[in-house]
């Protein structure tokens, strides 16, 4: 089953903050974020665990709400070098080896 | 540590040819992964294979696409008779298990045009 996430697009100032979400209907074991610009390959940011937690890395970090089976990636203090496609993917666990993402959220970071 | 490689970069095949994408996974990774990617869209997935084994293909099309992981080489990943349809980035990713807090990763991608 395919996150559902939100927004489709944003677009930023430098310095700004942006908040980016994924709900699932189903149970998950694990949320995996990732980053890709244009043209490139998606490049890994962070995974977050059931449990509910909550991960920084830099001015990004994530959190995972077990209870709502939701996750939002948190972008603080926005850098051109931000921009890129972000994509979530969402690990089910059980049977189900591998990762199911999201449709993507085009983060556009201006001057 | 060399990451995960894949060849080639482009791929131009003309209508009814065959498409060879090859990936060879990061060192001590036994775990293969296969997403598909339209332009401007998501990653789909397609095929995961362990060595010599496919674990899940749900996400294959079920005529002409296959795909391999053998004992020596890289993972395969095989497109017969190209249809226009077909052209897109396929990107393959490796992992250590998933479900011991291990992530994906990718590959640069083989860009597939049909003509």
């Known amino acids: 089953q395919q996150p559902v996430q939100s927004p489709q697009a944003v677009i930023l100032r430098e310095g700004e903050d942006a908040v980016i979400n994924c709900s699932s209907s189903?149970?998950?074991?694990?949320v995996h974020w990732y980053r890709q610009k244009h043209g490139e390959a998606p490049v890994f940011l962070m995974i977050?665990?059931?449990?509910?937690e909550q991960k920084g890395h830099e001015k990004i970090s994530a959190s995972f709400n077990e209870k709502k089976q939701q996750s939002s990636l948190y972008l603080t203090a926005s850098q051109l070098s931000y921009s890129g496609t972000y994509f979530c993917?969402?690990?089910?666990?059980?049977?189900?080896?591998?990762?199911?993402f999201g449709k993507g959220t085009k983060l556009s970071v201006k001057p | 540590n060399a990451g995960v490689m894949q060849n080639p970069r482009h791929l131009v095949r003309r209508r009814g040819q065959e498409a060879r994408l090859r990936c060879s996974p990061m060192?001590?990774?036994?775990?293969v992964y296969w997403y598909r990617q339209l332009p401007e869209e998501g990653l789909k997935f397609m095929v995961y294979?362990?060595?010599?084994?496919?674990?899940?293909e749900s996400g294959m099309p079920k005529e002409r696409f296959s795909a391999e992981f053998p004992k020596e080489g890289p993972s395969i990943l095989r497109i017969q008779q190209v249809v226009r349809g077909d052209s897109a980035a396929y990107f393959c990713?490796?992992?250590?298990?998933?479900?011991?807090?291990?992530?994906?990763?990718f590959g640069s991608g083989t860009r597939l045009t049909v003509v």
């Open positions: 993917g969402f690990h089910y666990g059980g049977s189900q080896g591998n990762l199911i």
């Open positions: 294979l362990q060595k010599e084994n496919i674990i899940d």
């Open positions: 189903k149970a998950l074991y694990s």
């Open positions: 060192k001590g990774h036994s775990h």
């Open positions: 977050l665990l059931k449990g509910g």
């Open positions: 990713a490796s992992s250590l298990r998933l479900d011991r807090g291990y992530g994906y990763t």
